[in-house]
């Protein structure tokens, strides 16, 4: 009879923490075959976890969490950190409507003690764990994972430049997966920072401090430098020497036995924080993502033995895509075009304008306040800059566009992806507010794309502004299929267009509900009530002789966003009110997206639960109009 797995022995960390370093190989080996096979089901973020298999299972072998404190910067490399952690039997419904959410959440489990999707939050959430544990004199311990491009924002290291004078035990893991170590380097590594890491170690350093304060000052001085030598600058220490911390690595992040006890010792450093600098390599483990240009970064279902993708098939390209060769079209065209990414390349489709103009296209790193501020730069230089950033991450590049683009009226044009909902990503990746908080600044040109050839019109649009900022937003995921074409003119500023005429309710859609609102016209008018839809193309400037007009000719107006409350149908009802246009008695519903953050889901049924498919915009028209109405929302 074969030996039962060991994987199924372990359903909690503590389970771990009897077993020796060949057993905790094996279980690494067991949890990498578990992650694979259950992100073949349900798609996600597979290269980051599984490069970091060995390094979940040695932290929750040597810590005692959740007593101690383990934070995971991202969280997306926290699927192996789930199965260990009480959840091996829900890891097949992660980022499924209902299941276990792709990043770490604090009402999911105790062992996620701070909820993380977004890069770089991890040190400075962990200091605040910190100071709360040293008020209350407990002696638990604080763990970061922050990965190497997480430490290319400076929130990083604006939490490591206070971590030193805040606190004494604070462990960061660096989590370096942009490099390799080969076999003899690593074995010395590894060796060298199982040495600096250990006790008698520190404590001779501790008595050549002593003996060498009594030196003269020259002497000191080079003392000083050859153990910073020896122990920083050939590991790459130096740096967050100088931030008070103290540095220990690199070492191999697969090699259980070099990590298990350079963990150990670490976690022994109680009198000032210690950083370990562990060296993994993203899709470890398994061929196809090992391969992959990005590791099998993020993937959809996909079969475990060839790694093959299950996608879709779609007559019509990515929003991401038309924006990537749309703004190549016009880049030919013009030199001074350039584009701006931060740390998502692919992922903005500026991959495609970096292969085209390489000399051209900028990747910051996962640092967005300086995109926005470095875009500033670039247009008052005289150059024509594109920014090309989710919705959900230019809100940290906010005061920037406040202070360093809006105010000073530059000609920064913001390709703003993934607006509105975003699937099985969920709350924490949602373009819900972009709306609302840049709809928000004076001088500001916002326009959302109905279809794909919208949107190649509104690049070409925001392309010939050359007096003040300008953004365009969009969704993820395919287009509609509509023909685009060769070059697309630009649109009129501030004008939006009448799809469809009709007399008693008027649909007014900003951005890709367009289509479903054309949807529910049809429904309305098997019912025996006709609407015009219109397609507001901006948020601002707003089509006031359009929105008027629909207000005088009809007896409702129903606004349609892919944006949170306080948005375009904000701007709508602010700007009736202004012209008197409600004194009539005109019936008007704003739909938005829910007031709440919705949990991740398929996208039908999210948008079915915000109201905004066909059949939430035909019962909000009816409601408005005092229609009794059965509403039946399509799942």
């Not at 096979?37 to 969490?65: N, P, Q």
Request: with cysteine; glycine share 10%; aromatic share 6%.
């Amino acid at each position: 009879m074969p030996d039962t797995p060991l994987l199924d022995t372990v359903t909690w960390p503590a389970d771990t923490r009897s077993l020796s370093i060949p057993q905790l190989s094996q279980l690494a080996d067991e949890l990498r075959a578990e992650v694979i096979d259950a992100v073949s089901v349900t798609g996600g973020h597979l290269g980051s976890a599984l490069g970091v298999i060995e390094l979940t299972v040695a932290l929750h072998h040597v810590f005692k969490t959740p007593d101690d404190i383990l934070i995971w910067d991202v969280g997306h490399q926290a699927y192996p950190h789930k199965v260990l952690t009480g959840r091996r039997d829900r890891i097949r419904t992660l980022r499924q409507g209902g299941g276990l959410s792709g990043f770490t959440k604090r009402t999911e489990s105790d062992y996620d003690p701070f909820g993380a999707a977004h890069a770089a939050t991890s040190i400075s959430a962990a200091l605040g764990f910190c100071v709360a544990r040293d008020k209350a004199r407990t002696s638990d311990k604080v763990v970061a994972v922050i990965g190497d491009g997480s430490m290319s924002a400076g929130m990083a290291y604006e939490a490591m430049n206070k971590a030193a004078e805040t606190t004494g035990q604070l462990m960061v893991v660096l989590n370096d997966n942009d490099m390799s170590i080969a076999p003899p380097v690593g074995g010395m590594s590894a060796y060298l920072a199982g040495l600096v890491s250990g006790g008698t170690y520190r404590s001779m350093r501790k008595v050549g401090k002593k003996a060498a304060s009594i030196l003269p000052t020259r002497l000191k001085e080079a003392a000083r430098k050859a153990e910073e030598y020896a122990r920083g600058m050939v590991t790459g220490g130096t740096f967050f020497e100088e931030l008070g911390f103290y540095y220990v690595g690199p070492v191999d992040g697969h090699d259980m036995e070099a990590l298990v006890p350079i963990l150990k010792n670490a976690a022994e450093i109680t009198d000032r924080p210690v950083l370990v600098h562990v060296v993994t390599k993203k899709g470890k483990g398994y061929g196809p993502a090992e391969d992959s240009a990005d590791k099998y970064h993020g993937v959809v279902r996909f079969d475990v033995v060839s790694g093959a993708q299950h996608k879709a098939p779609s007559n019509a390209p990515s929003y991401t895509k038309v924006f990537g060769t749309e703004l190549i079209k016009r880049a030919e065209r013009d030199d001074k075009i350039v584009a701006i990414t931060a740390a998502m390349p692919s992922g903005t489709g500026l991959d495609l304008f970096g292969q085209a103009f390489p000399e051209r296209t900028y990747d910051v790193g996962i640092a967005e306040q300086h995109a926005v501020t470095f875009a500033a730069g670039l247009a008052a230089g005289g150059l024509k800059p594109v920014c090309a950033i989710y919705s959900t991450f230019l809100q940290r590049g906010y005061d920037q566009v406040v202070h360093d683009v809006a105010i000073q009226s530059l000609p920064v044009r913001f390709a703003i992806d993934r607006a509105g909902l975003v699937g099985a990503d969920g709350c924490t990746h949602a373009g819900s507010f972009d709306i609302g908080y840049l709809g928000a600044l004076p001088g500001m040109v916002l326009m959302a794309a109905a279809d794909e050839a919208e949107l190649a019109a509104m690049i070409a649009t925001s392309l010939e502004i050359d007096d003040r900022p300008s953004a365009f937003r969009y969704p993820r995921g395919d287009g509609e299929g509509v023909e685009i074409p060769e070059l697309a003119a630009a649109l009129e500023i501030g004008k939006g267009r009448i799809v469809r005429e009709g007399t008693t309710v008027a649909l007014l859609s900003l951005g890709t509900r367009l289509s479903e609102t054309m949807k529910a016209a049809e429904m309305l008018a098997a019912r025996g009530i006709s609407a015009t839809v219109a397609d507001a193309r901006f948020a601002k400037p707003l089509d006031e002789e359009m929105i008027l007009r629909l207000a005088r000719e009809h007896e409702a107006l129903i606004t349609i966003e892919e944006g949170s409350v306080g948005g375009f149908g904000a701007f709508v009802l602010h700007m009736l009110a202004d012209k008197g246009a409600l004194d009539r008695g005109l019936k008007v519903r704003t739909l938005t997206l829910p007031d709440i953050f919705q949990d991740h889901d398929k996208p039908d049924a999210m948008y079915a639960l915000a109201g905004l498919n066909a059949d939430g915009i035909a019962a909000a028209a009816m409601a408005a109009l005092g229609v009794e109405v059965e509403r039946a929302v399509r799942a």
